[in-house]
Antibody
Framework: QIQLVQSGPEVKQPGASVKVSCKVF????????VTWVRQAPGQGLEWMGW????????RYAQKFQGRVTVTTDTFTNTAYMELRSLTSDDTAVYYC??????????WGQGTLVTVSS | DIVLTQSPLSLPVTLGQPASISCRSS???????????LSWFQQRPGQSPRRLIY???NRDSGVPDRFSGSGSGTDFTLKISRVEAEDVGVYYC????????FGQGTKVEI
């Protein structure tokens, strides 16, 4: 059974960094890229970037260039998304999803990141 | 960047009646491989998005056949043939031809 299980909620201060994990089950992480999407409270879905650990291809949305890093650990079948220099605008639910050539079929349960002083 | 514009943004529906959501792209979504990577997602309150349709018109496993997708080039449509109570939620189109872009979302409510 394919599942993506994300780490728990985080509370961070402005200026800090957050690292969200996404452990995949039911397939090997090198078989498909992992996409990261976020959703601010009451807002729509926003693509952040993806990583294909099979060929090393990484792409970030321009908005997050220089502030986000996505990585994978093929030994533990886990993907990570690190976002730096957090502001209150980064308060959102962050999702990982399996990328299957042009679309995302399985999604994690989401990780709430709250940025507050 | 590709921009997706959905309409309407709010869609009051009647149980048992059809419903339709439009998604218009700022540029053609035909990929160099000939495919059109346009998907539709449903997000129920408090849940993760769930994919309903991929590559314009292919329904995912387990998705009721009252959901259908159509379109080409820059104009796409998601149709619900007969709305049921469980269809309440927000629907997003997404393009995967060049990076990823989501539409603003359409809130479907009874």
């Amino acid at each position: 059974q394919i599942q993506l299980v994300q780490s728990g909620p985080e509370v961070k201060q402005p200026g800090a960094s957050v690292k969200v994990s996404c452990k995949v089950f039911g397939y090997t992480i090198i078989s498909y890229a992992v996409t990261w999407v976020r959703q601010a409270p009451g807002q729509g879905l926003e693509w952040m970037g993806w990583m294909n650990s099979n060929d090393g291809n990484i792409r970030y949305a321009q908005k997050f260039q220089g502030r986000v890093t996505v990585t994978t650990d093929t030994f533990t079948n886990t993907a990570y998304m690190e976002l730096r220099s957090l502001t209150s605008d980064d308060t959102a639910v962050y999702y990982c999803a399996r990328d299957v050539i042009g679309s995302e079929d399985y999604w994690g349960q989401g990780t709430l990141v709250t940025v507050s002083s | 960047d590709i921009v997706l514009t959905q309409s309407p943004l709010s869609l009051p529906v009647t149980l048992g009646q059809p419903a339709s959501i439009s998604c218009r792209s700022s540029q053609s979504l035909v990929h160099s491989d000939g495919n059109i990577y346009l998907s539709w997602f449903q997000q129920r309150p408090g849940q993760s998005p769930r994919r309903l349709i991929y590559k314009v018109s292919n329904r995912d496993s387990g998705v009721p056949d009252r959901f259908s997708g159509s379109g080409s080039g820059t104009d796409f449509t998601l149709k619900i043939s007969r709305v049921e109570a469980e269809d309440v939620g927000v629907y997003y189109c997404m393009q995967g031809t060049d990076g990823r872009t989501f539409g603003q979302g359409t809130k479907v409510e009874i």
